[in-house]
């Protein structure tokens, strides 16, 4: 997928921010907007960093939470688009989603990596160490350094304490198959940005 360029961040400075992204944003196809998101910038709280790696889930699809209907644990995902669904993964991380699509299709983005670039002295003390790398290089890293838990869950993701920023500057994503997974582990719905250093686990057969 084709965009130029690779962000990279080494000022002490914050770069700027892209115009707000609304819950409109998500209405449409999470595999339209999965790729569009490598690149913007999460904040919650203030604290957070670019959006450099994703993963796409719809109902229609075993690995979903979705895929069985709707259940108390996911019933945010069957609502409206641009709301956050939160779930503990494996019992001990806290795992982000954004929730896409039209009510009932039950799609979401899992935010898988962030290249830290706002708050980090916060995002450092919360996970216990100093490397800028693996701050958010997983989704349960992530939510630590951002401080997110069950009671971000359901909330709108353009509204305090979130906020989502579209990418000021072009990226090139790449495209792979998603991590950790057992069933429909064959479907290239894993989007990240080509040659970060942030992500989870690097993309096979990319240059990098």
Known sequence: MK??????????DPPALGKPLHRSFFGRSVHEVAPE??????????VGGIIVEVEAYHHTEPAA???????PRNMVMFGPPGFAYVYRSYGIHWCVNFVCEKNDSAAAVLIRALQPTH???????????????????????????????????????????????????????VTG????????????????????????????????
């Open 37 to 46: 998101l490598i690149g913007a910038t999460l904040l919650v709280d203030g």
């Open 177 to 208: 198959v998603r991590i950790g997974i057992t069933k429909a582990a064959d479907l290239p719905w894993r989007y990240g940005l080509k040659g970060s250093k942030f992500l989870s686990k690097p993309f096979r057969n990319v240059a990098s």
């Open 65 to 71: 939470h979705s895929h069985r209907g709707p259940t």
């Open 119 to 173: 708050g980090i002295p916060a995002m450092r003390r919360r996970r216990g160490l100093h490397d800028e790398r693996l701050l958010c290089s997983g989704p349960g890293k992530l939510c630590q350094a951002l401080g997110v838990s069950i009671a971000h869950n359901a909330l709108p993701l353009d509204a305090p304490p979130f906020a989502v920023y579209r990418r000021t500057d072009s990226v090139e994503v």
């Open 3 to 12: 965009m130029t360029s690779s962000l990279t961040f080494d000022s002490p």
